[in-house]
């Protein structure tokens, strides 16, 4: 029997959280390529419809990662998101999923060392719960970019699709 890998996406503020997954890649430092990325101009652009559609899709956790509290370029981007992650743990574990599959981590663009650390663990933490229950059988994550004319498609630690 193969070991399951879970499929996990991270939404990433363009300023800092990218900025360390980028940094972690050019260091090129090791964590798994479970962890697909897709960049956003701002965590406070995430919505709790967004999460809950990864997980319709297929992936087994979510990470929304930002700037520092306080650092955030759009001043309160990341404070919502926190918010709206809390509301959307509390949501998932309504559904019967669990809570630990959705994380907020708050990153500048110099820590790509936690970047990786963070894909580590959160990467063995889905392991250890197995395959989101919703989860549809021969369900592909499919990552689309929400900015239309970049190549934010390029990958750091997975394959990011369009
Ligand atoms: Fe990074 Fe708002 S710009 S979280």
């Known amino acids: ?10 939404l990433c503020c363009h300023y800092c959280a990218y900025g360390a997954a980028d940094l972690a890649g050019s260091m090129r430092t090791q964590y798994p390529p479970n962890v697909r990325i ?6 406070g652009k995430v919505d709790i419809a967004h999460i809950m559609r990864a997980f319709e899709q297929g992936a087994d956790g979510v990470i929304v990662a930002g700037c520092l509290e306080g650092g955030c370029h759009f001043q309160e981007g990341n404070l919502r998101a926190k ?16 809570r630990e599959r ?3 981590f708050n990153l500048s ?28 059988a021969g369900c592909e994550l499919r990552v689309v ?4 004319s ?13």
């Open 1 to 10: 029997m193969t070991e399951f890998e879970p499929r996990i996406l991270a």
């Open 38 to 43: 897709l960049r956003l101009p701002c965590t």
């Open 83 to 98: 918010r709206r992650v809390g509301l959307a743990k509390r949501i998932l574990e309504e559904s019967g999923l669990e």
């Open 102 to 104: 959705l994380e907020m």
């Open 109 to 136: 663009s110099a820590m790509g060392q936690t970047f990786a650390e963070i894909a580590r663990d959160v990467t063995e933490r889905i392991r250890a719960l197995g395959p989101s229950p919703v989860r549809v």
């Open 145 to 148: 970019s929400w900015e239309a």
């Open 150 to 162: 970049d190549d934010s498609s390029e990958t750091k630690g997975g394959e990011t699709e369009r």
